[in-house]
């Protein structure tokens, strides 16, 4: 699986959106839904409100989007949800963009993600991930690191801070589950 592990805050979180949005991608929007059919989007009145909470994503175009997602029914709770690495292909993000913890501004830790290989619709068949949607995975990732701070790592992966969530921690905000001397290295730097 190719992953990239990032914070940001909401109007970093809010800016990569309207990113995507520029180049053409869409969002499809992972929740508990009535019936058989989710929620696609490219409009960021959709998207903004996810941000209040951790919210896991599908980000799609339609150079590489070719099959669609099929739903799972969970009978014994009466709701569909998504069923993952079927369809697609897709590239995944889940975040968590900022919360308040003990009265503390707290950023919490985001990816983006895709499978090097899923199924299609009906599990009959493995697909792999296109040059296309490997190609726009590439662009996300590069606007990560344009518009970032590679700060520490964390158990041998970089995490890199969004320029606008670094000027949060600067300012007193906290990272989800990093200590104070990592914060006071961030801070110092």
Not at 53 to 78: C, D, Q, R, Y
Not at 94 to 110: C, D, R, V, W
Not at 150 to 164: D, E, V
Request: charged share 25%; glycine share 6%.
């Amino acid at each position: 699986m190719a992953e990239i592990n990032f914070c940001m805050n909401k109007k970093d979180t809010k800016s990569f959106f309207e990113y995507i949005i520029s180049i053409g991608g869409f969002v499809i929007i992972d929740d508990k839904y009535k019936s058989k059919s989710y929620i696609t989007t490219n409009k960021m009145e959709d998207i903004i409100p996810l941000m209040d909470k951790m919210f896991l994503v599908f980000i799609g175009h339609t150079s590489f989007f070719k099959e669609e997602l099929p739903m799972l029914n969970i009978k014994t709770k009466g709701f569909y949800v998504i069923q993952q690495k079927y369809g697609g292909p897709i590239i995944q993000f889940l975040g968590l963009a900022e919360f308040i913890n003990k009265e503390n501004k707290t950023l919490g830790y985001s990816n983006i993600s895709y499978y090097v290989s899923g199924y299609s619709k009906d599990g009959n068949c493995l697909i792999p991930a296109s040059k296309e949607l490997k190609d726009f995975y590439k662009k996300l990732v590069k606007y990560i690191k344009i518009n970032s701070k590679m700060c520490f790592q964390h158990y041998k992966r970089k995490i890199w801070l969004g320029n606008n969530a670094y000027k949060s921690v600067v300012s007193g905000a906290l990272l989800q589950n990093v200590t104070q001397e990592t914060l006071d290295i961030i801070r110092s730097t």
